[in-house]
Protein backbone atom coordinates (compact mmCIF):
# COMPACT_ATOMS: atom_id res chain seq x y z
CA UNK A 1 0.00 0.00 0.00
CA UNK A 2 2.98 2.44 0.70
CA UNK A 3 4.97 2.00 -2.55
CA UNK A 4 1.32 2.25 -4.28
CA UNK A 5 0.76 5.71 -2.62
CA UNK A 6 4.14 6.90 -3.36
CA UNK A 7 3.74 5.91 -6.80
CA UNK A 8 0.58 7.60 -6.91
CA UNK A 9 1.85 10.82 -5.34
CA UNK A 10 4.67 10.42 -8.45
CA UNK A 11 2.24 9.90 -11.52
CA UNK A 12 0.15 13.04 -9.76
CA UNK A 13 2.92 15.16 -9.82
CA UNK A 14 3.60 13.71 -13.50
CA UNK A 15 0.29 14.50 -14.88
CA UNK A 16 0.54 17.90 -14.52
CA UNK A 17 3.51 18.28 -17.03
CA UNK A 18 0.94 17.39 -19.56
CA UNK A 19 -0.12 19.92 -22.10
CA UNK A 20 -4.50 20.30 -22.37
CA UNK A 21 -5.48 17.36 -24.51
CA UNK A 22 -6.66 18.17 -27.35
CA UNK A 23 -8.54 15.37 -28.87
CA UNK A 24 -11.41 13.75 -26.89
CA UNK A 25 -11.45 10.14 -25.83
CA UNK A 26 -13.78 8.15 -27.97
CA UNK A 27 -13.38 5.25 -25.02
CA UNK A 28 -14.73 2.54 -27.47
CA UNK A 29 -13.18 0.16 -29.85
CA UNK A 30 -14.59 0.40 -33.57
CA UNK A 31 -17.06 -1.99 -34.50
CA UNK A 32 -17.61 -4.03 -31.03
CA UNK A 33 -20.71 -5.40 -31.82
CA UNK A 34 -18.41 -7.82 -33.86
CA UNK A 35 -17.13 -9.33 -30.80
CA UNK A 36 -19.80 -11.98 -30.70
CA UNK A 37 -19.37 -12.62 -34.24
CA UNK A 38 -15.51 -13.27 -33.52
CA UNK A 39 -15.99 -15.48 -31.29
CA UNK A 40 -18.63 -17.55 -33.16
CA UNK A 41 -15.90 -18.43 -36.32
CA UNK A 42 -12.99 -21.23 -36.35
CA UNK A 43 -9.66 -19.04 -35.18
CA UNK A 44 -7.37 -19.13 -38.17
CA UNK A 45 -4.02 -20.76 -38.36
CA UNK A 46 -0.97 -18.56 -38.49
CA UNK A 47 -0.75 -19.37 -42.14
CA UNK A 48 -4.38 -18.45 -42.70
CA UNK A 49 -3.91 -15.33 -40.76
CA UNK A 50 -0.86 -14.13 -42.80
CA UNK A 51 -1.86 -15.50 -46.39
CA UNK A 52 -4.27 -12.78 -46.78
CA UNK A 53 -1.34 -9.34 -46.06
CA UNK A 54 1.20 -8.92 -48.56
CA UNK A 55 3.73 -6.85 -50.01
CA UNK A 56 4.48 -3.68 -47.72
CA UNK A 57 1.92 -3.66 -44.94
CA UNK A 58 1.19 0.18 -45.10
CA UNK A 59 -0.18 -0.09 -48.44
CA UNK A 60 -2.69 -2.76 -47.13
CA UNK A 61 -6.25 -1.40 -47.45
CA UNK A 62 -9.07 -1.83 -45.12
CA UNK A 63 -12.45 -2.51 -45.91
CA UNK A 64 -14.68 -0.89 -43.38
CA UNK A 65 -18.54 -0.06 -43.45
CA UNK A 66 -19.39 3.57 -42.29
CA UNK A 67 -22.03 2.85 -39.72
CA UNK A 68 -23.62 6.46 -40.88
CA UNK A 69 -23.93 5.61 -44.52
CA UNK A 70 -23.91 1.84 -45.18
CA UNK A 71 -21.33 2.35 -47.57
CA UNK A 72 -18.09 0.35 -47.35
CA UNK A 73 -15.14 2.98 -47.41
CA UNK A 74 -11.69 1.78 -49.01
CA UNK A 75 -9.02 2.91 -45.97
CA UNK A 76 -5.24 2.59 -46.25
CA UNK A 77 -3.96 0.84 -43.51
CA UNK A 78 -1.64 3.74 -42.65
CA UNK A 79 -4.46 6.59 -42.99
CA UNK A 80 -6.57 4.07 -40.54
CA UNK A 81 -3.62 3.89 -37.76
CA UNK A 82 -3.28 7.61 -37.69
CA UNK A 83 -7.03 8.40 -37.50
CA UNK A 84 -7.28 5.81 -35.24
CA UNK A 85 -4.37 7.31 -32.48
CA UNK A 86 -5.88 10.27 -33.49
CA UNK A 87 -9.47 10.00 -32.50
CA UNK A 88 -8.82 7.49 -29.17
CA UNK A 89 -5.99 9.73 -27.67
CA UNK A 90 -5.03 12.83 -27.23
CA UNK A 91 -2.26 14.31 -28.62
CA UNK A 92 -0.90 14.93 -25.11
CA UNK A 93 -0.48 11.80 -24.24
CA UNK A 94 3.44 10.28 -24.08
CA UNK A 95 4.64 8.50 -27.64
CA UNK A 96 4.90 5.40 -25.58
CA UNK A 97 1.17 5.01 -25.29
CA UNK A 98 0.25 5.90 -28.55
CA UNK A 99 2.19 3.19 -30.17
CA UNK A 100 0.37 0.76 -28.08
CA UNK A 101 -2.64 2.15 -28.98
CA UNK A 102 -2.04 1.66 -32.74
CA UNK A 103 -0.58 -1.99 -32.43
CA UNK A 104 -4.20 -2.56 -30.48
CA UNK A 105 -6.00 -0.98 -33.26
CA UNK A 106 -4.14 -2.79 -36.27
CA UNK A 107 -4.41 -6.18 -34.05
CA UNK A 108 -7.87 -5.67 -33.34
CA UNK A 109 -8.49 -4.86 -37.58
CA UNK A 110 -6.43 -7.98 -38.81
CA UNK A 111 -8.42 -9.96 -36.12
CA UNK A 112 -11.95 -8.91 -37.65
CA UNK A 113 -10.17 -9.50 -41.01
CA UNK A 114 -9.56 -13.87 -39.89
CA UNK A 115 -12.86 -13.71 -38.82
CA UNK A 116 -14.74 -12.13 -41.96
CA UNK A 117 -12.68 -14.17 -43.84
CA UNK A 118 -14.27 -17.77 -41.98
CA UNK A 119 -17.26 -16.87 -41.85
CA UNK A 120 -18.42 -13.34 -43.44
CA UNK A 121 -21.16 -11.73 -41.56
CA UNK A 122 -23.76 -10.67 -44.70
CA UNK A 123 -24.28 -7.24 -42.92
CA UNK A 124 -20.76 -6.13 -43.07
CA UNK A 125 -20.91 -6.01 -47.07
CA UNK A 126 -17.64 -7.59 -47.25
CA UNK A 127 -15.95 -5.30 -44.56
CA UNK A 128 -14.05 -6.30 -41.95
CA UNK A 129 -15.24 -4.12 -39.09
CA UNK A 130 -17.60 -1.19 -38.16
CA UNK A 131 -16.74 2.34 -37.58
CA UNK A 132 -18.50 5.57 -37.65
CA UNK A 133 -16.00 8.39 -39.00
CA UNK A 134 -18.35 11.32 -39.52
CA UNK A 135 -18.60 11.31 -35.73
CA UNK A 136 -15.27 10.27 -35.04
CA UNK A 137 -15.57 6.80 -33.93
CA UNK A 138 -12.98 4.18 -34.50
CA UNK A 139 -10.61 6.83 -36.77
CA UNK A 140 -10.94 10.37 -38.00
CA UNK A 141 -10.40 10.64 -41.82
CA UNK A 142 -6.83 12.50 -42.93
CA UNK A 143 -8.98 15.41 -44.48
CA UNK A 144 -11.04 16.09 -41.31
CA UNK A 145 -8.10 16.35 -38.82
CA UNK A 146 -6.99 19.72 -40.06
CA UNK A 147 -10.25 21.27 -38.80
CA UNK A 148 -9.27 18.84 -35.23
CA UNK A 149 -6.13 20.16 -34.67
CA UNK A 150 -6.26 23.72 -36.61
CA UNK A 151 -2.65 24.79 -36.79
CA UNK A 152 -1.24 22.39 -34.88
CA UNK A 153 -2.61 20.27 -37.20
CA UNK A 154 1.33 20.13 -39.56
CA UNK A 155 2.97 18.87 -35.77
CA UNK A 156 0.64 16.78 -34.89
CA UNK A 157 -0.21 14.49 -37.96
CA UNK A 158 4.08 14.68 -38.55
CA UNK A 159 3.86 12.91 -35.13
CA UNK A 160 1.47 10.48 -35.31
CA UNK A 161 2.30 9.56 -38.73
CA UNK A 162 5.94 8.95 -37.76
CA UNK A 163 4.77 6.87 -34.59
CA UNK A 164 2.80 4.37 -37.13
CA UNK A 165 5.98 4.08 -39.47
CA UNK A 166 7.55 2.94 -36.77
CA UNK A 167 4.94 0.39 -35.24
CA UNK A 168 2.58 -0.30 -38.08
CA UNK A 169 4.76 -3.70 -38.58
CA UNK A 170 3.40 -5.20 -35.70
CA UNK A 171 0.54 -6.82 -34.62
CA UNK A 172 -0.67 -8.59 -30.72
CA UNK A 173 -0.74 -12.31 -31.03
CA UNK A 174 -2.56 -15.12 -29.58
CA UNK A 175 -0.84 -18.27 -30.27
CA UNK A 176 -0.12 -17.02 -33.96
CA UNK A 177 -2.89 -14.67 -35.13
CA UNK A 178 -4.19 -11.62 -34.67
CA UNK A 179 -5.77 -10.84 -31.20
CA UNK A 180 -8.95 -9.24 -30.71
CA UNK A 181 -7.37 -6.33 -28.93
CA UNK A 182 -10.67 -4.25 -27.42
CA UNK A 183 -9.79 -0.73 -25.53
CA UNK A 184 -11.66 1.80 -23.70
CA UNK A 185 -10.70 5.21 -22.01
CA UNK A 186 -10.90 4.85 -18.31
CA UNK A 187 -11.41 1.74 -15.84
CA UNK A 188 -12.25 2.20 -12.37
CA UNK A 189 -8.82 0.56 -11.48
CA UNK A 190 -9.22 -2.54 -12.60
CA UNK A 191 -10.16 -3.64 -16.15
CA UNK A 192 -13.16 -6.07 -16.80
CA UNK A 193 -13.19 -9.52 -18.52
CA UNK A 194 -14.81 -10.00 -21.67
CA UNK A 195 -17.20 -12.50 -20.41
CA UNK A 196 -18.93 -10.21 -18.37
CA UNK A 197 -19.29 -7.57 -20.90
CA UNK A 198 -19.95 -9.84 -23.81
CA UNK A 199 -20.67 -13.23 -22.31
CA UNK A 200 -17.98 -14.46 -23.93
CA UNK A 201 -13.97 -15.48 -22.75
CA UNK A 202 -11.40 -14.44 -24.43
CA UNK A 203 -7.88 -15.94 -22.55
CA UNK A 204 -6.36 -12.43 -22.97
CA UNK A 205 -9.34 -10.14 -22.01
CA UNK A 206 -8.72 -10.45 -18.28
CA UNK A 207 -8.74 -8.49 -15.16
CA UNK A 208 -5.68 -6.72 -14.63
CA UNK A 209 -5.05 -3.93 -12.45
CA UNK A 210 -5.14 -0.63 -13.62
CA UNK A 211 -4.58 1.51 -10.26
CA UNK A 212 -3.48 4.86 -12.06
CA UNK A 213 -6.43 5.03 -13.76
CA UNK A 214 -7.83 6.50 -10.53
CA UNK A 215 -5.79 9.27 -10.96
CA UNK A 216 -7.90 10.34 -13.56
CA UNK A 217 -10.00 13.76 -13.00
CA UNK A 218 -12.73 12.09 -15.65
CA UNK A 219 -12.32 8.86 -13.45
CA UNK A 220 -15.78 9.44 -11.18
CA UNK A 221 -18.38 11.36 -12.47
CA UNK A 222 -22.03 11.87 -11.76
CA UNK A 223 -24.98 12.61 -13.57
CA UNK A 224 -28.77 12.81 -12.32
CA UNK A 225 -31.77 12.23 -14.57
CA UNK A 226 -35.30 13.42 -13.71
CA UNK A 227 -38.31 10.39 -12.43
CA UNK A 228 -40.01 10.63 -15.69
CA UNK A 229 -36.22 10.39 -17.84
CA UNK A 230 -35.83 7.02 -15.85
CA UNK A 231 -39.03 5.83 -16.40
CA UNK A 232 -38.83 6.52 -20.01
CA UNK A 233 -35.57 5.03 -20.52
CA UNK A 234 -35.95 1.77 -18.30
CA UNK A 235 -39.29 1.25 -19.86
CA UNK A 236 -37.90 1.51 -23.40
CA UNK A 237 -34.88 -1.46 -23.11
CA UNK A 238 -36.79 -3.96 -20.62
CA UNK A 239 -40.24 -5.24 -20.33
CA UNK A 240 -42.63 -5.84 -17.90
CA UNK A 241 -40.87 -3.68 -14.79
CA UNK A 242 -43.03 -2.96 -11.85
CA UNK A 243 -42.44 0.84 -11.11
CA UNK A 244 -45.59 1.22 -9.30
CA UNK A 245 -44.17 2.01 -6.22
CA UNK A 246 -42.13 5.31 -4.76
CA UNK A 247 -38.93 5.74 -6.96
CA UNK A 248 -36.36 5.08 -3.96
CA UNK A 249 -37.83 1.39 -4.32
CA UNK A 250 -37.28 0.94 -7.62
CA UNK A 251 -33.63 -0.14 -7.48
CA UNK A 252 -32.87 -2.87 -5.29
CA UNK A 253 -30.13 -5.18 -4.26
CA UNK A 254 -26.82 -4.88 -6.31
CA UNK A 255 -24.06 -7.64 -6.88
CA UNK A 256 -20.85 -6.12 -8.19
CA UNK A 257 -18.03 -8.72 -10.08
CA UNK A 258 -14.45 -9.37 -9.09
CA UNK A 259 -13.40 -5.98 -10.86
CA UNK A 260 -15.82 -4.12 -9.01
CA UNK A 261 -18.48 -3.25 -11.92
CA UNK A 262 -21.92 -3.79 -11.76
CA UNK A 263 -23.05 -7.64 -12.33
CA UNK A 264 -26.39 -6.79 -11.67
CA UNK A 265 -29.05 -5.37 -9.47
CA UNK A 266 -32.46 -5.37 -9.09
CA UNK A 267 -35.02 -3.26 -10.94
CA UNK A 268 -38.88 -3.57 -10.45
CA UNK A 269 -38.71 -6.87 -9.17
CA UNK A 270 -36.47 -8.21 -12.57
CA UNK A 271 -32.77 -8.89 -12.25
CA UNK A 272 -30.89 -6.53 -14.77
CA UNK A 273 -27.35 -6.68 -16.04
CA UNK A 274 -24.81 -4.23 -15.08
CA UNK A 275 -23.77 -3.74 -18.59
CA UNK A 276 -27.66 -3.64 -19.65
CA UNK A 277 -28.60 -0.62 -17.60
CA UNK A 278 -25.26 0.99 -18.31
CA UNK A 279 -26.57 1.26 -21.87
CA UNK A 280 -30.08 1.80 -21.64
CA UNK A 281 -29.59 5.04 -19.19
CA UNK A 282 -26.32 5.51 -21.64
CA UNK A 283 -23.87 5.78 -18.39
CA UNK A 284 -20.24 6.08 -18.76
CA UNK A 285 -19.51 2.79 -17.04
CA UNK A 286 -21.08 -0.48 -15.58
CA UNK A 287 -19.51 0.79 -12.26
CA UNK A 288 -21.89 2.74 -10.91
CA UNK A 289 -24.38 3.98 -7.77
CA UNK A 290 -27.45 4.98 -7.48
CA UNK A 291 -28.67 7.43 -5.05
CA UNK A 292 -32.51 8.86 -5.14
CA UNK A 293 -33.54 13.14 -3.98
CA UNK A 294 -35.77 14.45 -2.03
CA UNK A 295 -37.26 15.35 -5.57
CA UNK A 296 -37.22 11.84 -6.94
CA UNK A 297 -34.68 12.73 -8.82
CA UNK A 298 -31.72 9.65 -9.46
CA UNK A 299 -28.13 10.48 -9.66
CA UNK A 300 -25.73 7.76 -10.60
CA UNK A 301 -22.20 7.87 -9.63
CA UNK A 302 -19.82 6.05 -12.15
CA UNK A 303 -15.94 5.17 -11.93
CA UNK A 304 -14.00 4.73 -15.18
CA UNK A 305 -15.21 5.72 -19.33
CA UNK A 306 -15.84 2.98 -21.54
CA UNK A 307 -16.47 -1.08 -21.49
CA UNK A 308 -13.46 -1.62 -19.25
CA UNK A 309 -12.24 -4.82 -21.84
CA UNK A 310 -8.43 -4.80 -22.64
CA UNK A 311 -6.05 -1.84 -22.88
CA UNK A 312 -6.93 1.07 -20.62
CA UNK A 313 -5.96 4.32 -22.64
CA UNK A 314 -5.40 6.60 -19.81
CA UNK A 315 -3.66 3.42 -17.86
CA UNK A 316 -1.40 3.32 -20.93
CA UNK A 317 -0.59 6.70 -20.96
CA UNK A 318 -0.13 6.14 -16.83
CA UNK A 319 2.47 3.69 -17.35
CA UNK A 320 3.92 5.37 -19.97
CA UNK A 321 4.71 8.28 -18.15
CA UNK A 322 6.53 5.90 -15.63
CA UNK A 323 8.40 4.98 -18.22
CA UNK A 324 6.97 1.35 -19.38
CA UNK A 325 7.53 0.71 -23.34
CA UNK A 326 5.05 0.06 -25.41
CA UNK A 327 5.51 -3.90 -25.80
CA UNK A 328 5.16 -4.03 -21.29
CA UNK A 329 2.24 -2.20 -21.82
CA UNK A 330 0.32 -4.04 -24.76
CA UNK A 331 1.86 -7.07 -22.83
CA UNK A 332 0.27 -5.56 -19.37
CA UNK A 333 -3.30 -5.40 -20.67
CA UNK A 334 -3.20 -8.56 -22.52
CA UNK A 335 -1.28 -11.09 -21.00
CA UNK A 336 -0.60 -14.31 -22.43
CA UNK A 337 -0.20 -12.35 -25.93
CA UNK A 338 3.18 -11.93 -27.46
CA UNK A 339 4.32 -9.06 -30.59
CA UNK A 340 4.92 -10.34 -34.01
CA UNK A 341 5.04 -9.03 -37.56
CA UNK A 342 1.89 -8.26 -39.49
Not at 147 to 169: I, P, S
Request: glycine residues 8%; charged residues 15%; contains cysteine.
Amino acid sequence: MKKFAIQLLLFSALTLLLPVATAALCGGTPGISAFTTFLSQSVPTESQSSSSASGDTKETVLPILNSASGEVEQVSLRDFLIGAAASEMPASYQDEAIKAQIIAAHSYALANRDAQLANPDPDLKGAWFAANPDQREGYIRTDDLQNVWGAQYQQYYDRLAALVDEVCDLVVTYQGSPALTTYFAICNGTTETSEAVWGQALPYLVSVDSALDLTSPDCEQTVTFSMQEVYDKLNLAFYSLDLTGQPESWFGATVRDAAGYVGTVEIGGQTIKGTELRQALGLRSADFEVTVGEDHAFTFTTRGYGHGVGLSQYGANALAITGKRYDEILAHYYPGTALAEA
